[in-house]
DNA sequence: TTGTAAGCGTTATCAC
DNA sequence: GTGATAACGCTTACAA
């Protein structure tokens, strides 16, 4: 590789005038200016980032931490990220945390001892030491936490239409699955059906469910119709869990929608191409992706404030697995 | 940041000596190594990458380039990847190709630039200069060339396999959607199950698709039935096309799988959600990605040989969209 | 407008 | 056993 000795030579130069033709910083003249581009064509020179990073004490790094991108809700806010940083220049370091808190610890730090300039997480646990504590901007994505920020979509908002819908449709023994306690935008989502059920009267179950994983979403989906064999509507806590549940109904020959409504959330790529197409509270997950990757471009160019919050709206999707709303207009 | 100066001054002793005993390397007396981790505990020192990376010329870093993370066969790979570099201690920085030769060379160069010491990649052109000229080890997964280190399933094999399966259970007018010409597996799956059909003399047509998204699937599914109306099998080139494949048939009111057999590819993790669950061909790939990543650490640590290829098995997973096999046994 | 040299935080060589 | 110190490749005062 080609350092920047090699070109200052080959063109001529000191290494200070090869560095200000790069950053495009200070005074050169042309004639200089163009040697030093000619020598770092011949050269096929590209500057050393670590070096770069090194001095500057920042690079163009930013980490990026996620549960587990093998759930696909995460994919899609990860592409989101990752364009929006592609087209500023960013680079990504990631890794899944597996909601583990020793695996989180464990990227944090080794984000900062790769000098990241910034950092997007989505944790159960934002306001803990460990991201308090440091001198890069975060921002928390999906999972978030007040005064810190972030990006989310209004879960409660997205709870309460999926009971309000699913109610409007007919649904009066409706079992309602909450997703693991410690998921922020899982309890929300739940509140939300939970209480605009108990506002509308209507008779519900709460199935528990401690994961979103899809291992274990076939399991949820059989404790459903076991302790609730007559529900004719079900909230899922997600749209893997709705997807198992789906065909858990199915399974047992029960008819989708007449027999069992069923509502996910996210809106998983997948969604639509089940049969029939899910029905579900959509998340723009691409959009929150690239969102929270333009504030924290903001805030690493101090161009925004700490406390900055983005909420991102959430759309009933109105598929094949609830029936037609009664007339309410 | 403390730094290791800072340790150094906190326990008395020289930079030597609290780099020795970070690296274990070289002598250094029981009562001053305690001292030194103790001053390390006190200041919470952990070294700088970037500085190390800088002098030794190697990070702890590898790039993974695939071409879409949001592609549901991807995230599976990239976890298993992650899984294996996360135990050892390596870091990833990733980045989304779109199967674009522009975007692959900008990741290429600024993987480099930040001095990762190998590379994982999914891509169609493994021979270019680009990779060649690299003077780290590279792992090719799943698109992969003769002669390079990669880490592969068979794609023949598996056309061969579903063509054979999907006669052997009656289907004598099947429809076999090919994958981007460009795409290496896919054509090998392609060739596969085009070869066994005119071997077993089973007529079959062929629908061209030119890509693998979400977003065009349900165009290729509905061409088949529109090319081929009175299909009794079809050989999608993968489980997203085979998914809505599936939704489209049951849509136009065919029985899955009495009417009309589907077998999909690499048996993504919502396959087996679907109703009917799908046969697929399945392809491990999150051991592949487990794998990749192995070769490539013994690359870099040069236990393994520059031509080093691992091919994984594919096997037949029959569920619910092939009707059981005729008596062959 | 350009060059010299210090410094970013490490590791490794060489004395002691 | 331990400590100075050069070096990794870059940026940026400061001088010229």
Redesign the interface.
């Known amino acids: 590789?080609a350092t920047i000795r090699d070109v200052a030579k080959h063109a001529g130069v000191s290494v200070a005038t090869v560095s200000r033709v790069i950053n495009e910083t200070g005074y050169v003249h042309e004639d200089t200016r163009k040697k030093v581009e000619t020598a770092i064509k011949e050269l096929h020179y590209?500057?050393?980032?670590?070096?770069r990073?090194?001095y500057k004490r920042k690079?163009?790094?930013i980490g990026?931490l996620l549960p587990?991108?093998?759930n696909?809700f995460?994919?899609?806010l990860?592409?989101g990220v990752?364009?929006e940083m592609?087209e500023n220049d960013f680079?990504?370091?990631?890794?899944?945390s597996d909601e583990k808190s020793s695996?989180e610890q464990e990227y944090i730090?080794?984000f900062?001892?790769?000098?990241v300039v910034g950092m997007i997480a989505s944790t159960n646990d934002p306001d803990t030491h460990a991201y308090r504590k440091l001198n890069i901007p975060v921002v928390f994505l999906d999972r978030t936490m007040d005064n810190r920020p972030s990006v989310y979509s209004d879960g409660y908002e997205g709870g309460r239409l999926a009971a309000q819908e699913i109610a409007a449709r007919g649904s009066r023994n409706i079992a309602v699955i909450q997703g693991p306690e410690r998921v922020r935008p899982a309890m929300d989502r739940f509140r939300g059906a939970a209480e605009t059920l108990k506002d509308l009267d209507i008779a519900f179950q709460v199935i528990q469910s401690s994961s979103f994983g899809?291992a274990e979403?076939?399991v949820w989906a059989k404790e459903v119709f076991r302790k609730v064999p007559d529900t004719d509507g079900v909230i899922a806590s997600n749209d893997?869990v709705a997807?198992?549940v789906?065909?858990e109904a199915?399974?047992l020959g029960k008819k989708v929608p007449e027999d069992v409504q069923i509502i996910g959330f996210d809106d998983i790529?997948?969604s639509s191409?089940?049969?029939p197409?899910l029905t579900t509270i959509r998340q723009p997950a691409?959009e929150m992706g690239r969102a929270a990757a333009r504030l924290l471009i903001q805030l690493i160019e101090k161009e925004a404030l700490d406390n900055h919050t983005i909420q991102m709206p959430v759309t009933f999707t109105e598929r094949d697995t609830t029936r037609k709303a009664e007339k309410n207009d």
Chains 1, 2 share one sequence.
């Open positions: 590789m590209t500057p050393n980032e670590v070096a990073s090194l690079s163009r790094l990026l587990d991108i093998a696909p995460f994919p899609e990860a592409r990752e364009d592609q680079r990504i370091i990631f890794g899944n695996k730090q080794t900062v001892q790769n000098n899809i979403a076939g893997i997807a198992a789906l065909h199915l399974r790529p997948l191409l089940l049969t197409p691409y």
